[in-house]
């Protein structure tokens, strides 16, 4: 069935991510409506209309559902019930499945296993027993992480002798965790891609991210790689779509290695391991906006509509450069509690001679002639959160990321 205009479109959470999507929606007629505990958020503010409750008051969330003709999320840390009670009453795109999966980092290495897809080595880790008994397994360096709700580096330890397993296992709060195999990888790259409701398939190339302090820094596209990875990256991405029967956008991250591993793929080794999926759209998949025909963004409510994927070509080459808040101070309003973090971070930065009394120049990207600004509209900013991001276009990959590199480090004025 298809959801045309000017059906409503619910999302589950309400950050940059909805964000984005609710101004693709608004370009074609569509309504928005935004579940989340928080008020006045980055999607919030441009949606037609705001829930405002806990994920677990699954009234509310019924009531929500029933406002809007499909729902999608913009995160995949939903509780599973409220995905659930969602999925009951309207179409819920990518499915439950998936965001049951993607939440779990050990579930989702188990996935990769059961699916032949390479990944590094692992052990699960409820007891510090497990942990000792891991590292025996698969050795040092290693990483323990938490096995839910961690991102841009949270909830992560790296352990380089078996003798600090318990000052980590105290560290991550003795909770379930999954130990992983430390890697040698050249780059990190990521492909963004869409699945539509007939299984047709579209992907943006593969991507590749640097990152700093654990949080992408800057992507370009498409990446330079040999051939072979590419079509590796393709045939992974697809068995992981198609297994977990997803209609919507999904990222998949890799680790690219310098030398080819045991793999299935094409009968020979490969390069790429995987690392992480996302079954919405990411951030290395913003400078698809401005660079491609189909942004993610369309694509993912093309798909969750039940329309057919769109085209992804790149109509030149690009580069993305987040803005986070260690940038300026403030710039927005901010409640009491908000403005002590906030200068209680402020503190702390000057202390470690980092700048922090600064506030973002947006001359230097207004006023260049390839670049594009994107503001979520966030009320606080401090160090480390995503506060917006920056895109170019040029001739070739290097050439943009010069663009984007160059401009940040004019945002600040003394």
């Keep these: 069935m298809l959801i045309l205009p000017p059906a409503t479109i619910g999302i589950l959470g309400s950050g940059q991510l909805g964000r984005m999507l609710a101004l693709a929606a608004r370009r074609s007629g569509y309504r928005i409506h935004v579940f989340s505990p928080e008020a006045n958020a980055p999607a919030g503010q441009v949606a037609d209309r705001e829930f405002v409750a806990a994920y677990d008051d699954l009234d509310a969330v019924r009531d929500f559902a029933r406002s809007v003709d499909v729902v999608t999320y913009e995160f995949e840390n939903v509780p599973l019930a409220t995905a659930e009670t969602c999925a009951a009453i309207v179409p819920l795109r990518p499915g439950a499945q998936a965001l049951r999966v993607a939440q779990n980092r050990l579930r989702e290495k188990n996935f990769f296993a059961e699916n032949g897809l390479p990944t590094v080595p692992f052990a699960p880790v409820h007891s510090l027993a497990d942990l000792q008994a891991g590292l025996a397994q698969i050795g040092c360096p290693a990483v323990l992480k938490t096995a839910v709700s961690g991102y841009d580096g949270k909830g992560q330890i790296k352990l380089n002798h078996p003798h600090e397993a318990a000052e980590a296992w105290q560290a991550v709060g003795e909770v379930e965790c999954i130990l992983e195999g430390w890697v040698a990888f050249e780059r990190e790259l990521s492909m963004v891609a869409a699945r539509d409701v007939n299984g047709r398939i579209a992907h943006y190339n593969l991507i590749e991210n640097s990152h700093a302090n654990h949080i992408l820094d800057v992507s370009v596209a498409p990446a330079n790689v040999p051939p072979p990875v590419l079509t590796q990256a393709e045939a992974m991405v697809q068995t992981v779509l198609t297994a977990l029967d997803v209609v919507g956008v999904l ?164």
């Design 251 to 414: 990222c998949v991250e890799f680790f690219l290695t310098p030398t080819p591993g045991p793999s299935p793929w094409n009968g020979e080794g490969s390069r790429l391991l995987l690392n992480e999926i996302a079954p919405r759209p990411h951030n290395s998949g913003h400078l698809t906006i401005e660079a491609c025909v189909t942004s993610q963004f369309e694509q993912q409510l093309r798909t969750v509509c039940g329309l057919p994927v769109g085209d992804t070509s790149y109509l030149r080459p690009a580069a993305m450069a987040n803005l986070l808040g260690d940038l300026w101070d403030f710039l927005y309003e901010e409640t009491k509690e908000q403005k002590a973090q906030r200068e209680e971070s402020v503190n702390n930065l000057r202390q470690s001679a980092k700048s922090a009394d600064k506030i973002p120049d947006w001359t230097a990207v207004l006023t260049h002639p390839h670049l594009k600004l994107h503001l979520y509209g966030k009320k606080s900013a401090r160090p480390g959160r995503k506060m917006g991001h920056i895109t170019a276009l040029a001739d070739t990959v290097e050439a943009a990321e010069k663009i984007v590199r160059g401009a940040r480090g004019k945002l600040v004025i003394e």
